[in-house]
């Protein structure tokens, strides 16, 4: 009995199995029209992404490819580009994932964060694992004129220069 609480333990603390890439939010989940190249999850096989991991806890290495696809790159508002626990913003580090709170704007216009240290104290925590991987995902509250977002953000999919 131990032993089966222990791997079930294990399993938990690591996100389980791969997960596939989920679909992205439809427009109705998302609550406005988004553009298919923002929304798409990468073409890139989950297995053989999950499995570039040289550290059981770090990141997963990408192809510069892969790297170029991540969901959320080149995102411009956070109302194109919803984010679940499930199909997260996919960053390397926790800097990039504050420098992309930081340039993602509201639908206006106006950014929710002034500054990477605005970004960091909007950290609500995280909701454990997820996204293509099972990596611990981060959860940030974005205040917008127009309504308040939830930024679920996967900061271990890091390309072949980056560094965590």
Known sequence: MRSFALVLLGLV???GA???TPAAPSNAEAGSAASPTET?????DPKAVCANRPDEYGPIVLTAEAA???YGSGAKTFA???SSKDNP???CGVAASQDWLVATTC???SHAFATPMA???SRAGNVGGGGRCGSIIDHYVAKCPETTYDVYVDMYMCGPTESF
């Open 89 to 91: 913003i996919e960053v």
């Open 68 to 70: 170029a696809t991540r």
């Open 40 to 44: 798409a999850a990468p073409p890139v």
């Open 107 to 109: 639908a206006d216009g």
């Open 18 to 20: 791969p997960k596939a």
């Open 80 to 82: 194109t580009t919803p």
């Open 13 to 15: 603390a690591c996100g």
């Open 119 to 121: 970004a960091a104290q």
